[in-house]
């Protein structure tokens, strides 16, 4: 049996420039709105005991899938099938009368839960014995602060045994001590074979927590899988996204391997190949990779340095060098000439990368030419993260 089961989902909302559109919309029972997809064609499965993921951007939808999840949204179309009792903490303060005390809304929401009056009494001071409120649990929640309202919701969601639990970002309004009683109790309840829906903009939860995951992008599933390999994913269109220099570089991504016949030296024919031997533009971490390029230069007498770069793409380089700092002598810049750079063993971990060659004068002052290459990726064969792998011993 499936625990949740997603399919051909679609949340659309009306948008009114106006509230005297909606009027004139009900009097002249014509459209004055624009139709918003929140949602648009989502699919997905989860099984019983998963701890399944949901990543994205502010604003792509996470919310209102959740909201729907969790049955306190309809959605436009589609179905949703969902097995067990189910329990959910969403954004701040759902579900919570501001005016009720702590303790009268530990029994609203248990009774929307479908917890009996006698099963609320049994369960009321396990609740609030783990929210530790003490006796602001007789106060109005209005009074209460943002991690005052995490810590009695969480508490009553975990506390009445749900088979499955939906969890917002809720959680990263509590102080750190709480968010640990949080975790360790999720984990508990991933021990015990309950499903959990866990949506977070923090990546390092998401990879010790969830097994499978989809990223969603205005509304869509952009992409949907194992975990690292959509957190990867993720990862660099966040990167690409926030690039500061991605614009003044980007004439000098995806160049063609073209000489510039107004240059006195031109790159050319830049390569990146893997221990085989052949070009490659996805490695793993710790491969070793060759990198290769011709020069074409007009003049036999001219000598230079010659560089290159891998650079993250958010622009981060994570390594350049350039032959002078390795105290090589000038190199003769021979015309048609082949260099090659090998690395033993690519110590980066996942993401896209992409390799900035160049070639300069004699004193390594004055650059020729550069060439940016094609990007190319490190698999999510690691866990790690950050952008190197550093090899290490545990000593205990």
């Known amino acids: 049996m499936i625990a949740i089961d997603v399919k051909g989902l679609r949340k659309v909302y009306k948008l009114y420039q106006s509230p005297a559109q909606r009027l004139k919309e009900i009097i002249l029972r014509k459209p004055f709105h624009t139709d918003f997809a929140a949602l648009d064609n989502i699919n997905f499965s989860v099984l019983p005991g998963e701890t399944f993921g949901i990543i994205g951007e502010n604003g792509a939808g996470k919310s209102t899938l959740l909201k729907?999840?969790?049955?306190?949204?309809?959605?436009?179309?589609?179905?949703?099938?969902?097995?067990?009792?189910?329990?959910?903490?969403l954004e701040l303060g759902a579900g919570f009368?501001?005016?009720?005390?702590?303790?009268?809304?530990?029994?609203?929401n248990a009774y929307l839960l479908g917890l009996s009056k006698s099963e609320i009494d049994a369960k009321k001071q396990e609740i609030i014995d783990f929210s530790e409120l003490g006796d602001f649990i007789k106060r109005p929640v209005k009074t209460y602060s943002s991690g005052m309202h995490v810590r009695l919701a969480f508490s009553i969601a975990t506390s009445v045994n749900p088979d499955i639990l939906i969890i917002d970002e809720a959680l990263s309004v509590g102080d750190e001590y709480f968010q640990k009683k949080c975790t360790d109790r999720m984990a508990k309840f991933r021990e015990a074979g309950k499903t959990i829906v866990f949506c977070s903009h923090n990546m390092y939860y998401v990879q010790e927590l969830c097994k499978q995951v989809i990223w969603i992008h205005k509304g869509k599933i952009q992409s949907a899988g194992e975990t690292g390999k959509v957190i990867m994913e993720y990862q660099n269109y966040e990167r690409d996204k926030t690039s500061v220099l991605k614009e003044k570089i980007g004439s000098l991504i995806n160049t063609p391997d073209i000489v510039d016949s107004g240059k006195s030296v031109s790159l050319?024919?830049?390569?990146?190949?893997?221990?085989?031997?052949?070009?490659?533009?996805?490695?793993?971490?710790?491969?070793?990779?060759?990198?290769?390029?011709?020069?074409s230069c007009k003049r036999d007498d001219l000598k230079g340095h010659l560089g290159f770069a891998i650079i993250r793409n958010d622009e981060v380089m994570c390594f350049g060098t350039v032959t002078s700092f390795d105290n090589l002598q000038p190199i003769s810049l021979t015309n048609g000439k082949e260099f090659k750079i090998s690395i033993k063993a690519l110590p980066l971990l996942a993401g896209m990368y992409s390799l900035l060659v160049i070639v300069a004068d004699e004193v390594a002052l004055h650059p020729y030419d550069s060439l940016r290459t094609k990007n190319f990726s490190i698999g999510p064969g690691r866990r790690e993260f950050g952008i190197s792998y550093m090899e290490h011993e545990w000593v205990f």
Request: aromatic letters at 8%; zero cysteines.
């Open 268 to 295: 050319f024919d830049v390569k990146v190949s893997n221990k085989e031997g052949f070009e490659a533009d996805v490695f793993t971490t710790m491969e070793p990779l060759t990198i290769s390029f011709r020069i």
């Open 97 to 108: 009368n501001p005016e009720l005390t702590g303790e009268e809304n530990i029994y609203l």
């Open 68 to 89: 729907i999840l969790a049955r306190t949204l309809q959605p436009t179309s589609g179905s949703v099938a969902i097995n067990g009792r189910t329990a959910a903490l």
